[in-house]
């Protein structure tokens, strides 16, 4: 066997990022859990505190407040005055940590990760054996999570961007047409969508009950049941109401049969309507996902994603599935236009025709 040279400042550069990676993971636990407890809303506007002052405003047991505040320091999360002891949530932090209204939220992000996470021994099992685990096996923390990360980007973007550059569907929506949101979860962007064209008529399909559940919840808060329905339905035989706007959000890939779930949307199209399909950022060849958001939405793909449509004997288009491979699987169900309609950093949306 040739021997191996080893080059030691790229071995030392390896460890390093190893380290920031062990950081990184016992980290992500941690800001859970300041988001579960209120602890960066605690922090919010509040000024420099001591761990004390922040265990007493938050009632919390202060030994565990210093470690915390310790660990979100090193993290780069809290500024930390040494002169005084004193740890602060500068306002950039606080706005992607506390304030849901904004795009650049991300506190839902850590819920999702602490629900895959969670996942481990039967993806584990599914490496060695095959099979799947569907969505509704999962930690229920993944349902709030999910809703809670991407519902920032839809309030963004959905209404200002998404809708306007798809063909003639902003007029038709003001004037009054009826919607699919098809995998709609917690219904974040279907209420969204209802509150913006309020002329229109919205139904929500989901196979998951509980999600249902919380999305009519969703619904009656904001004001809209009276136009929004939400039903437990699959995406390949949910109920037909002639829509002009059939949409799929970030849900598409990890369906047991996507060609089917856009057959069944072509089947329901009006003829002048178009299939919205919104996927996350991913590249048209493997090299164009390594990078920050695709390390991120592989990780996912594998723990969550795949595991789902593996668990219905489907193809596992994943997370980082292909423009070509979305095209192709939108053709095959009778569709015979299809384009990007516009993106995001973290997002490809994509309009379909029949």
């Not at 808060?221 to 799929?248: I, K, M, Q, S």
Request: charged share 20%; aromatic share 10%; hydrophobic share 40%.
């Amino acid at each position: 066997m040739a021997e191996t040279t080893i080059d030691q400042d790229r071995l030392h550069e390896f460890m390093g990022k190893v380290l920031n990676d062990f950081g990184a993971a016992l980290s992500s636990t941690l800001v859970y859990i300041g988001q579960k407890l209120g602890l960066y809303k605690a922090m919010a506007g509040a000024g420099w505190l001591t761990p004390a002052e922040l265990a007493k405003n938050t009632g919390m047991n202060e030994r565990y407040i210093r470690e915390w505040l310790v660990n979100q320091a090193a993290s780069g999360y809290v500024s930390y005055d040494s002169a005084t002891q004193r740890y602060q949530l500068p306002p950039e932090q606080a706005v992607a940590l506390t304030d849901e209204t904004s795009p650049f939220f991300v506190g839902g992000g850590f819920y999702v990760i602490k629900a895959m996470l969670r996942a481990e021994p039967r993806i584990t099992e599914a490496f060695k054996n095959g099979g799947g685990m569907r969505w509704g096996e999962h930690d229920p923390d993944l349902f709030v999570g999910t809703e809670r990360f991407f519902r920032p980007g839809y309030t963004a973007h959905l209404t200002s961007s998404w809708i306007p550059a798809l063909t003639g569907i902003e007029d038709k929506l003001k004037a009054g047409v009826n919607v699919a949101d098809v995998g709609c979860g917690h219904g974040a962007s279907t209420v969204i969508l209802a509150r913006a064209f309020p002329r229109s008529r919205f139904y929500g399909f989901d196979s998951h009950a509980p999600s249902i559940e919380r999305a009519r919840e969703a619904a009656r808060e904001a004001g809209v049941a009276d136009r929004v329905t939400f039903e437990v339905a699959d995406a390949v035989g949910f109920p037909n109401h002639r829509y002009t706007l059939v949409a799929f959000f970030d849900c598409l890939h990890d369906m047991g049969d996507p060609i089917g779930a856009a057959r069944r949307a072509r089947e329901t199209l009006q003829p002048d309507g178009s299939a919205m399909i919104v996927e996350p950022m991913a590249g048209n060849v493997i090299e164009e996902n390594f990078n920050p958001v695709g390390r991120v939405f592989s990780a996912a793909s594998t723990l969550c994603c795949v595991p789902n449509s593996l668990a219905y004997g489907g193809p596992a288009l994943g997370t980082v599935a292909s423009e070509e491979a979305l095209r192709a699987c939108v053709l095959e169900a009778g569709f015979t236009r299809f384009r990007r309609a516009t993106e995001t950093p973290f997002n490809r949306i994509f309009e379909a025709q029949p």
